[in-house]
Structure formats: structure tokens, C-alpha cells
């Protein structure tokens, strides 16, 4: 049985309360001492104290090219920021962007922007659409104000929501997303799949998702053994569900992953389970990690006092922003848990993990890379952002440090409703 293995849950950053509390101990909080966490959730997160005069916003706009979408923000003195859309989600919530969130936010001071969030959730009864379709048009209007705020400054966006910058880089884990194939050819593709990346952690699929039975069947009892044996006991290991299964079987299913020394076992039951979730966690040693279809930042708090999860996986879209996304990675920091974020592939998914991660002292040690978006021209004088050797770069400000070709940007058109 290793010993030293590299571990998705030792931090860099936090290696010592890492190592003081392990993920089988729950010592850090006790299940009904919420105080700590709300201290942590409610500590403001934007930096205002960089801007010394206000900076009003005067425009904004929602750019559309075919499928791809861009968000642009101008303040009153000539200030500009510019998002990049996740467009699988954008070509249908567009209308909620352009209806019920941009109205809100011209005329209001940037300098606001958190409590401007806060509003915004009430603005038009807003609340009433909490769930994706809601955070993720708001998380682009964020992502393009946390820029134009950035190149005010000259400070990357990981300055403006992070007490200091705790990573320049990130270790990435090589996914595998595959289902219905075989345990053999799952691990051949992983094989291969490595084999480009040299990623030292890898996770992969389990179960059939959402309740659904796996094909073939047996599959992840065969998986969890094979994975071990063919990439041997330094391979960092760890498995996602995705809602697959009942508690009984998530427990059957999580003492095997125990057996062969896995590092996290995420969404083992479907993610609004909550009671599941920590029934779960509470029969098995191994950590759960779960958060990434997970609206509610109260959820959230549940969860993590609880210690129904162990690893927090909010995803910057699909949660509502960065700022959002700080209060529960500072939730779980203060209970001696990890932060993994879930990303999405599209469009610049990568390049918001990687400013998020920069300021996030209790992020795991591996994350998961997707490539940007075929077809958006850009330009990172900081970063290649691709995996060398296993490691990307995060890049450096001001803004989010990538400039998108202007050409492209031109392709575009403003949507008016
Ligand atoms: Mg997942």
C-alpha cells in the first residue's frame, strides 16, 4: 500500500492544515457550528479599496457570432472588459442576460460590484430563476466587468476576489468521460489519452448517470481495479459517478474505490440528494466531492458544515461568478476542506479556472484542463495555456490577460432583446 503517493488533497498552499486534518477526520468543525462558515461567506471578496473614484458603467453588450458569444463592458471614462460566453448555454439563456440582469447594472458604480450581485438576485424577482439558467448569464457579465476593473488597475482578476495570489500554476488531472464502453478500452483510451498530456492524476466515469443503470454491467467494479493495477500505485486516481446510484450501492461501490486507494469519489448519488450525499459520507472514509450542478450558496453551507463534502466543485458559470464561487471555497477552507472546481469546455472555461484557482489558498493540487474553444482567435503574451508536461500556466494580468483578436470581435452583433 502506498505511502507517498502525490495527493489531489494536499494544497501547496495549505499543506500544513492539509496534513493536521486529514479527509477521514472531521475535526475541524463540528457538524452544527455554522458560525465559522458564515463568518468566512460573508467577508467581502472584491477589492475595492484598489479604485479611488467611481466607475460607472455605460454600457454594456451581449455580442453574437453563429454560436459563439461575447459579453463587452464600457464604463463612463472609456474603461472596457470583455467576456467570453460558455455559448452551449448562452444560445438559449440569452434572453435572461439581455432581459433581466443587463438593465440592472447600467449607471451603477463597478466599484459595487458585489453588493450590486447581491441586488441584482432580487432586481425582477430574479431569485425565482436560481439554477443555472440564472448564474450563468450573470457569471458572464461578471467575468467581462472583473476585466475592464483589472486593466483599470493593472491587477489580474485573481488579485481583485483573492487575499494574494497563492498559484502561478496548475497540475491538471486527465479526464476520461466515457460510458458504455468496456473497463478494457476505457483504460486503453486513458492510456492513450496520458500519453499526450503526462498528466500525474487521472479521473474517470463510473455508474450509468443520473440513476441510470451502466452498461455493460459490472463495469465500475471491474474499472476500480484495473485503473489501479495498470497505472500503478503513484497514479493519483479519482472517480465520478455522477449521480449513478442509491446509497446502498454508493457505499458498496465507494469501499472498493477505499480498497485500491482512491482519492475522491464525486457525486456518488444525484447532486440535490443532500441527506444521501452525507449518508454516504458518513459510512465511507474515502472524500466526496460534489458541488458542480449546485446553485445555492446556503446549499453550500449545508453541505460543507455537515461534512457531507470534502471537496467542493462549484463551477464559476453554472454558480454565478467568481465572487459567489470565493464564499464557498472560504466556507470550505475554514473547515479544513479543498476546493476542485468544475469547468466547462467551452469558450474560455479554462482561463477563469485558472484566475479563480490563482487566489484560492485550499485548492486541490490537481485540477481538470479542457482545451479554450477551437476558432477563438486570441492572444496570452503570459501563458501558452496548454498543458506542458502536466502544468499550465496561469496567466498574468491586467484583466484576465488574454486579448481576443479585434477582427473577430467585429464578426460580432449587439443582441437587443
Ligand atoms: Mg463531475
Known amino acids: 500500500m502506498p505511502t507517498n503517493r502525490r495527493s489531489f488533497l494536499a494544497s501547496a498552499t495549505l499543506g500544513g492544515i492539509a496534513a493536521a486534518l ?10 452544527t457550528d455554522f458560525s465559522k462558515l458564515d463568518e468566512a461567506m460573508n467577508r467581502p471578496v472584491f477589492k475595492k479599496e484598489f479604485f479611488i473614484s467611481p466607475v460607472i458603467i455605460d454600457t454594456i453588450e451581449l455580442l453574437r457570432y453563429k454560436d459563439s458569444f461575447l459579453c463587452r463592458v464600457r464604463s463612463k471614462d472609456g474603461a472596457t472588459g470583455m467576456s467570453v460566453a460558455n455559448s452551449q448555454q448562452m444560445k438559449y439563456l440569452y434572453p435572461i442576460f439581455v432581459n433581466r440582469i443587463q438593465p440592472f447594472f447600467i449607471g451603477k458604480d463597478a466599484r459595487e460590484l458585489e453588493s450590486l450581485l447581491e441586488e441584482v438576485y432580487v432586481y425582477d424577482s430574479n431569485y425565482k430563476l436560481q439554477n443555472l439558467a440564472f448564474w450563468d448569464p450573470l457569471a458572464t457579465l ?9 486593466r483599470i488597475v493593472s491587477k489580474s482578476i485573481g488579485q481583485l476576489i483573492g487575499d494574494k495570489i497563492y498559484h502561478t500554476s496548475i497540475a491538471m488531472y486527465q479526464a476520461n468521460s466515457e460510458r458504455d464502453i468496456t473497463a478494457e478500452l476505457t483504460v486503453r483510451h486513458l492510456q492513450e489519452q496520458l500519453a499526450g498530456s503526462n498528466a500525474k492524476a487521472i479521473k474517470f466515469k463510473l455508474g450509468g448517470r443520473m440513476s441510470h443503470p451502466e452498461f455493460p454491467a459490472k463495469r465500475s467494479e471491474q474499472l476500480i481495479p484495473l485503473m489501479r493495477k495498470t497505472f500503478g500505485d503513484d497514479m493519483v486516481i479519482a472517480a465520478d459517478a455522477n449521480g449513478s446510484y442509491d446509497v446502498k450501492e454508493a457505499i458498496r461501490i465507494g469501499k472498493i474505490m477505499e480498497q485500491y486507494q482512491y482519492e475522491f469519489f464525486e457525486e456518488p448519488v444525484p447532486f440535490d440528494w443532500y441527506d444521501e450525499t452525507r449518508e454516504v459520507a458518513k459510512a465511507l472514509k474515502i472524500p466526496i466531492a460534489g458541488g458542480e450542478q449546485e446553485p445555492s450558496l446556503h446549499n453550500f453551507r449545508w453541505l460543507i458544515g455537515t461534512d457531507a ?3 467542493v466543485q462549484q463551477d464559476q458559470f453554472y454558480f454565478g461568478g467568481m465572487i459567489r464561487s470565493m464564499r464557498v471555497a472560504r466556507m470550505a477552507a475554514v473547515s479544513g476542506k479543498l476546493c476542485a472546481p468544475h469547468t466547462t469546455g467551452d469558450g474560455f472555461g479554462y482561463v477563469y479556472l485558472a484566475h479563480f484557482i490563482s487566489a484560492v489558498p485550499n485548492a486541490a493540487r490537481f485540477h481538470e484542463f479542457k482545451d479554450l474553444s477551437k476558432g477563438l482567435p486570441f492572444e496570452c503574451k503570459t501563458s501558452s495555456l496548454k498543458s506542458e508536461n502536466g502544468i499550465v500556466k496561469i496567466p498574468t494580468g491586467p484583466g484576465l490577460g488574454v486579448d481576443i483578436d479585434p477582427e473577430y470581435v467585429k464578426k460580432h452583433v449587439v443582441i437587443k432583446e
Do not use: T
Open 22 to 31: 486529514p479527509f477521514s477526520s472531521h475535526a475541524a468543525v463540528s457538524s
Open 142 to 150: 461578471e467575468f467581462a466587468i472583473l476585466d475592464m476593473m483589472g
Open 309 to 311: 463534502l470534502k471537496i
